[in-house]
């Protein structure tokens, strides 16, 4: 397969490359930057397929501005998950700017508030609720789901007392043990 050549052909591959998840993000397929950007090539040179997206999709980047991602995925190429900034180095600023012009989601997927004590922001930028975190982490633990649900905004470290989990789990080992011969 020859390289793209012209304009619409460089628009068809890019929406070719890319698989759109449930949040609209248009995620790139394609050849991945070690930090994570799509990468792909136009007229003979290397570009982050979302800096092409924004070019061929939405218009001309203004000469030294970054293209930022408003949905902080590094490969998602939807235009208009993409806005320019001001040129700078510093992903972290790149992507709070977008969470501001934005207003992004206030709430995460399963409906916990985005408050300062429940978010905490990864070296990429994403946002993570605290409340889903201790979740996960305590289904792994053993808990009982509904137990894990109704303690999401409880700080880990704190374990539920009598909960009836504990009692199950206790009566079944004691059940095991007067079964053994
Ligand atoms: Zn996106
Ligand atoms: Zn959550």
């Given amino acids: 397969m020859s390289a793209p050549q012209t304009d619409d052909e ?3 591959r890019l929406v070719q490359m890319s698989v759109v998840d449930e949040n609209g993000c248009w995620l790139w397929q394609g050849w991945k930057t070690p930090l994570g950007y799509g990468a792909t090539y136009y007229k003979r040179k290397r570009w982050p397929a979302h800096r092409l997206s924004f070019a061929l999709l939405k218009g001309p980047i203004p000469e030294g501005m970054d293209v930022c991602h408003s949905c902080d995925v590094r490969h998602c190429i939807n235009p208009d998950h993409l806005w320019t900034g001001t040129a700078s180095d510093n992903i972290l600023d790149c992507a709070r700017k977008g969470r501001h012009r934005n207003s992004r989601k206030t709430h995460c997927d399963h409906g916990h508030e985005y408050t300062e004590e429940n978010t905490w922001i990864a ?3 994403k946002r ?3 409340a889903c975190q201790r979740i996960r982490q305590r289904l792994r633990a053993g808990w009982p789901e509904d137990v894990a649900q ?3 905004t409880v700080p880990s470290g704190i374990r539920p007392v009598n909960a009836h989990w504990r009692r199950r789990a206790t009566s079944t080992s ?8």
């Fill in 150 to 152: 109704a303690m999401a």
């Fill in 123 to 125: 070296a990429n930028g």
């Fill in 174 to 181: 004691a059940a095991a043990h007067v079964q053994n011969p």
């Fill in 128 to 130: 993570h609720c605290r």
């Fill in 10 to 12: 460089c628009r068809a």
